[in-house]
């Protein structure tokens, strides 16, 4: 696999395992070798830092939420070394409500480390879109 390939594998095994809110396969995602250097924006959160801090809010979120699933669009991934960026528009949809199913869009930017056992999450900055762009 090539680098590409790798780091969109490991960009995607972080929205399966909160998908299926798997707490170990979270875990898994993200760096241990800095815990210091992890740090965390959930949408409308103020940010969080360091790796147990992080992954007891995914554990949080996850205990929190019926269903969710990710449609990743506009993904972009740029490699320069051991370091990963990738963003990418995450369509979210949530639990079905009354009205039909409930959802949203979020604009992510995650930065991923290479480590000797693979790709991992360091840093994802989730932002709530609130309207449109409108093409001038």
Not at 77 to 100: F, H, I, P, R, Y
Not at 122 to 129: A, D, E, K, N, R
């Amino acid at each position: 696999m090539s680098d590409l390939e790798e780091v969109e594998a490991a960009n995607t095994a972080m929205y399966e395992a909160f998908e299926s809110a798997d707490v170990d396969a979270m875990a898994r995602v993200w760096d241990d070798l800095d815990p210091d250097a992890v740090v965390c924006v959930h949408p409308g959160w103020p940010m969080l830092r360091g790796r147990d801090h992080v992954l007891r809010s995914w554990s949080a979120v996850m205990a929190g939420t019926d269903y969710i699933q990710f449609f990743l669009t506009d993904v972009q991934v740029s490699v320069l070394g051991d370091t990963a960026v990738v963003t990418c528009t995450e369509n979210v949809l949530t639990e079905v409500t009354e009205s039909g199913q409930g959802g949203n869009q979020v604009v992510a930017t995650n930065v991923l480390v290479r480590r000797p056992d693979g790709w991992r999450v360091q840093v994802h900055h989730g932002s709530p879109v609130l309207g449109r762009l409108v093409d001038e």
